[in-house]
């Protein structure tokens, strides 16, 4: 059902010294920081050939990632994303194979402006998982 990597999200106690990270140490190629208030996130976008990386730091006093930023202080690996080419479809399966989807399961518009749904990392190895139809 899962599709493409779309993209893997870390979350950064300081987004310009990640930026620099992927740009010069890594050598690739780094968007300029891109505020997103409705998420509570600034973004940099780090595309790669085959994928994304978001670097993430937290926007305002309700950021969704400020706990986690607490709970990891150096920043660490958030979540990942992956395509769906429907996501209704792929929710309605994945709550009949009995994984908890986050919310109230209605798909919302991400970051990308596509809807998104967010699965419970203790049904997906550890790892919160978002699906995104692509
Ligand atoms: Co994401």
Redesign the pocket.
């Known amino acids: 059902m899962i599709g493409r990597l ?2 893997v ?1 870390i979350v950064v106690p300081d987004l310009d010294k990640a930026a620099a990270v992927y740009r010069r140490t890594l050598g690739a190629t780094v968007s300029a920081p891109l505020p997103l208030p409705a998420h509570g996130v600034t973004t940099v976008f780090v595309e790669l050939p085959n994928t994304k990386i ?1 670097l993430l730091h937290p926007l305002g006093d309700a950021s969704p990632i400020a706990k986690f930023l607490e709970r990891n202080p150096d920043g660490g690996v ?2 990942v ?1 992956y395509e769906v080419a429907d996501i209704m479809a792929a929710r309605d399966r994945l709550v009949a194979e009995g994984a908890r989807v986050l919310g109230d399961g209605q798909p919302r518009n ?2 990308h402006d596509k809807p ?1 749904l967010f699965l419970h990392p203790k049904d997906f190895c550890g790892t919160l998982v ?1 699906i ?1 139809q692509a």
């Open positions: 779309n993209h999200a978001e958030h979540h994303c991400g970051a998104v978002e995104e």
